[in-house]
């Protein structure tokens, strides 16, 4: 009788509207070169413009341990982002935190002079709702024509390339760290050739790069390259990125490869999970994007578990080759990175 009129605690809590926000995070954080530490997984927000959607999968990301949100003005929706880790902790009531979670944004090419840098910077603040960053990187190492939108292209749909070099870029932003408002700087898409020209002339080293790796682009010495400069790797489009505009039927799909199939059904994992568990075991951090809660909390579920030397060494195996962000439009500019 007694058993009967039992109500699980969760539904004591939807009565309440109390949201059993994890004060503690289960995500393993890795040092940067400078002593700060970033959560080894973080939710992306690519490609989602729908501000409901988006403020729900970063609640709800949050909720279930989440502590890293990757963002940029070029997706579009810091303002949704931004919501939704502020509804995040105002719900949390005191368990949750600014500074327990770890936010990342990035200057878009349009902005890369050195009086440019402020201002985006600034627009990216202000999006989001908060008074400073934790990581800040340089987009891609191109420059575009300023002030003609986030996109200028010439009459064959290039790209029209400023002269501004990406050293004057990461000086400015060498000036956010040193007054307080970003914790970190770092780059993204940059190559060996590039990164090396950012360590001989830079003040503050960059704790990370953040480029595409997956199984199907595994991006060895670069990632080598990084891990040998104590630059943190942050691995983008770990899933192959399915939701693309740009997909063509005849791409392959990291996520259908049948050598990540067997090792799902090994391991009783998703193809998911076990391309983010060998990720991170390469000691790379990963920001799947997901706006579907079952999906971020299935992302989430990758520290419970270790592949074998044998498996991590199968992904050696895998034959196809593929990038899914080649960005070609920019093809033309001197800085293109690939
Ligand atoms: N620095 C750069 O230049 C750069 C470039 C690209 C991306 N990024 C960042 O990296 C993030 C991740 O990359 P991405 O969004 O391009 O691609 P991704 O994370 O590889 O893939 C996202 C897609 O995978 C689906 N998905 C998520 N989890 C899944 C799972 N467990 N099983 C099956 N499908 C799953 C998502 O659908 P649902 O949402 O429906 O779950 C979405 O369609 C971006 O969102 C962005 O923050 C940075």
């Not at 910077?121 to 190492?141: A, E, R």
């Not at 595994?218 to 770990?238: G, R």
């Not at 989430?300 to 050696?316: G, Q, R, T, V």
Request: with cysteine.
């Amino acid at each position: 009788m007694l058993l009967k009129n039992f109500k699980p605690f969760s539904s004591y809590f939807k009565n309440l509207n109390f949201n059993p926000v994890r004060k503690m995070s289960f995500v393993p954080r890795k040092k940067f070169n400078n002593g700060l530490e970033i959560p080894a997984l973080g939710l992306g927000t690519y490609k989602e413009e729908n501000e409901a959607v988006l403020i729900e999968a970063v609640k709800s990301a949050l909720r279930c341990g989440y502590r890293h949100i990757d963002s940029a003005p070029v997706y579009y929706n810091e303002l949704p982002v931004g919501h939704g880790i502020r509804e995040a902790i105002s719900e949390s009531q005191g368990s949750l935190k600014r500074e327990d979670i770890f936010i990342t944004s990035k200057c878009w090419c349009t902005f890369f002079s050195k009086e440019k840098v402020p201002i985006c910077f600034d627009k990216t603040l202000s999006n989001l709702g908060m008074d400073y960053l934790d990581l800040y990187l340089i987009h891609w190492p191109m420059g575009f024509k300023e002030n003609e939108g986030f996109y200028p292209e010439d009459a064959n749909g290039k790209v029209i390339p400023s002269d501004v070099h990406y050293l004057e870029t990461y000086k400015a932003m060498e000036e956010l760290v040193k007054n307080g408002k970003a914790k970190s700087i770092g780059v993204s898409n940059f190559n060996i050739k590039q990164l090396q020209d950012i360590l001989d002339h830079c003040e503050i080293k960059p704790v990370c790069n953040q480029f595409e790796v997956h199984p199907f682009l595994q991006n060895d010495e670069l990632v080598d390259f990084c891990q040998k400069n104590e630059i943190t790797v942050v691995a983008y489009a770990p899933l192959g990125a399915p939701d693309r505009s740009w997909s063509k039927p005849e791409d392959p799909k990291v996520l259908e490869n049948q050598i990540i199939q067997e090792l799902a059904d090994k391991y009783k994992k998703t193809p998911g999970q076990i391309i983010l568990r060998w990720l991170v075991q390469r000691d790379i951090v990963v920001i799947p994007k997901s706006v579907n809660p079952g999906r971020i909390e299935e992302n989430s579920k990758i520290f419970d578990f270790k592949l074998n030397d044998d498996d991590m060494y199968a992904f050696k195996n895998i034959k196809e080759q593929f990038r899914y962000y080649s960005f070609d439009e920019c093809d033309n500019h001197p800085q293109y990175p690939f």
